[in-house]
């Protein structure tokens, strides 16, 4: 073999090797754990089963009918929600979390046995009920990572959830037109701890658990939030994600003219797709 060949050889397996290095090195650059992200956005569904139980006592003091929302006013158990959740990353170990929750239902249903006292009417037997129930919750929540490297980030967190909560029910017949609505609404302060595990450069998973319960003069309410996310990164800013969350709250009033109380959770699967930077 001619030095020429030889020199021509060695020339272009040099040329791979630094092109090869050079794809490595884009591949690392263009690659950064979650751990590192800066600006997060989800967006996605769930599906969830709900439970719902409630009390609306009349303005005068007469205790109001403990009501089982999806037997007895008919609504669904289970339906289909937007998720939406985001994240900015302060610095490496200060971050600022917010979500929205919403769930709407509708219901009809027909009162059977005893009478029915929501608030300031009364239901009797045999009465069609149409009603309607929204929940909505906007949290904001704080994170500090006291546990921080490219491959698990543990953050304790304290937040507040503004937490709204309305009802309406009424009958509509030839010989009774009643309506009643029902609103409860307060800030609820959650601590707890979110985690996250890179278990390689294309999945990673995702929990969190938030709950307090608080008193503040006639009104006195607990949340908890519970969820767990397995990703899988499409693109370095792009992931698909599928989990499971939990919502439970509860919120109950002294107050003399609206007196009541509402006990609520909902669960279900989700999915969802992240953008992050």
Request: glycine content about 10%.
């Amino acid at each position: 073999m001619s030095t020429t060949n030889v020199r021509a050889r060695l020339a272009a397996a040099a040329m791979l090797a630094s092109l090869g290095l050079a794809a490595q090195r884009c591949d690392a650059d263009d690659y950064f754990s979650p751990t590192d992200e800066r600006v997060r956005i989800s967006l996605g569904a769930m599906y969830v089963w709900s439970s719902t139980q409630f009390q609306a006592d009349s303005s005068t003091g007469v205790a109001g009918t403990t009501i089982d929302g999806e037997r007895q006013f008919g609504l669904g158990k289970s339906d289909f929600e937007p998720k939406f959740e985001a994240m900015i990353r302060v610095d490496t170990r200060n971050r600022l979390s917010f979500d929205y929750f919403t769930l709407e239902r509708s219901g009809d249903a027909t009162v059977t046995g005893n009478a029915i006292v929501f608030r300031d009417v009364t239901f009797l037997p045999g009465d069609p009920l149409q009603t309607q129930l929204g929940l909505r919750m906007l949290g904001i929540t704080y994170g500090y990572s006291f546990w921080h490297t490219e491959t698990v980030e543990v953050a304790g967190t304290l937040g507040v959830h503004a937490s709204d909560i309305s009802a309406e029910a009424k009958v509509e017949t030839p010989t009774r037109h009643i309506i009643q609505t029902d609103d409860q609404a307060g800030p609820i302060p959650t601590a707890g701890i979110d985690a996250t595990w890179v278990a390689s450069r294309r999945f990673y998973l995702d929990g969190r658990a938030q709950y307090l319960h608080v008193h503040a003069g006639n009104l006195s309410g607990s949340l908890g939030i519970y969820a767990f996310d397995a990703l899988y990164r499409y693109r370095p800013n792009v992931s698909f994600g599928v989990g499971y969350t939990e919502v439970s709250a509860h919120l109950e009033s002294t107050r003399s003219s609206q007196a009541g109380l509402f006990d609520f959770s909902t669960q279900g699967p989700e999915m969802f797709f992240r953008i992050a930077f």
